[in-house]
Structures are given as structure tokens and as C-alpha cells.
């Protein structure tokens, strides 16, 4: 049979504070594979910081350009996700971001997120920052990219569970 690994969810944003807006969401989903999507900016999502851009490399005008309607993004999330429990590293940021997300789709969340300390033990806890940074190296992941950092959560997730 094959492993079912928990689904992550990492989001990128347009900044670190009030303001701030999601840009792109990814996905590691229990099969392994992965997924992001650019988020086109919603009229008032005017906020944009350079610190951030500099961090993630997403350009403004890439989301103007490619970028997927809130809507259109909210049911997709919804649809590969219904009923399931989501886990984030960063929950505090992530649920707040995927929240106006779905408000300014106009679409109910039909998904949990929780946070991805909840999947680990004291003892994981530990070598956790060590296992992500040994993760990186081995497979090459792009950090700050939405699928990339899911991907990379979900791998250093399993590689601690064998602790």
C-alpha cells in the first residue's frame, strides 16, 4: 500500500504586515505530488513589499499576468481539499491569508488548516530545523516558493517521523 503522507499547505505573500495579501499557495498533497498557483491580486490588495519580493521573487506584474481570480483559486483549494485537515507551518500567518482569500472569493472554506507542530513530538520538535535545512540540500528545493516549501515541509516531516 502505498504512504499517505499529511497535506501541506505554504502560502506567500505580498508582505509580512497589515496589508498583506496572499500571491501564491502550494500544496503537498498525502500522494506526494505537488501544486501552486499564483493568486491575481484583488483590486484593493494594493499593498506591496519590496523586503518580501526580495525573499520569495515573485514580481507584482508576474500576478497581474498569471495570476488565478481569488475565486477561481478558493475552489480549487476546496475541491482537491474538501474535508480533510491541512497542516501549515506557519498557521498564524497562513490562516489569516487563506482567509481573505476565501472572503474576497465569496466561497466558504471546506477545508481545516491546522498547525504542523501539532504532527510532531518534543523530541521531533527538536531536530526539526536540522532535518528541513538537510531536506533543502538533497533535493535542491527553491525556498520561498510556494510548492517548494510544502514539498519541503512534507519531506522533513516524514524524515522526523522516523525519529
Not at 8 to 22: H, Q, R, T
Not at 101 to 129: C, I, M, P
Amino acid at each position: 500500500m502505498k504512504e499517505s503522507l499529511p497535506i501541506i499547505l505554504d502560502i506567500e505573500a505580498s508582505g509580512f504586515g497589515s496589508g498583506s495579501y496572499p500571491i501564491e499557495v502550494g500544496l503537498a498533497l498525502a500522494d506526494g505530488s505537488c501544486e501552486s498557483v499564483l493568486i491575481h491580486p484583488e483590486p484593493e490588495w494594493t499593498h506591496w513589499s519590496e523586503e518580501a519580493a526580495s525573499i520569495h521573487r515573485i514580481k507584482r506584474e508576474m500576478l497581474l499576468r498569471e495570476g488565478l481570480p481569488a475565486r477561481v483559486v478558493a475552489q480549487h483549494l476546496n475541491a482537491l481539499l474538501a474535508g480533510q485537515t491541512v497542516y501549515s507551518d506557519a498557521w498564524g500567518f497562513d490562516s489569516t491569508w487563506l482567509s481573505l482569500l476565501f472572503y474576497h472569493a465569496g466561497v466558504n472554506q471546506h477545508f481545516k488548516l491546522d498547525s504542523l507542530r501539532r504532527l510532531l513530538t518534543e523530541k521531533q520538535a527538536t531536530y526539526w530545523g536540522a532535518i528541513k535545512d538537510q531536506v533543502v540540500r538533497t533535493f535542491k528545493l527553491t525556498r520561498h516558493r510556494a510548492g517548494d516549501d510544502a514539498r519541503l515541509l512534507q519531506l522533513a516531516l516524514r524524515q522526523v517521523s522516523q525519529l
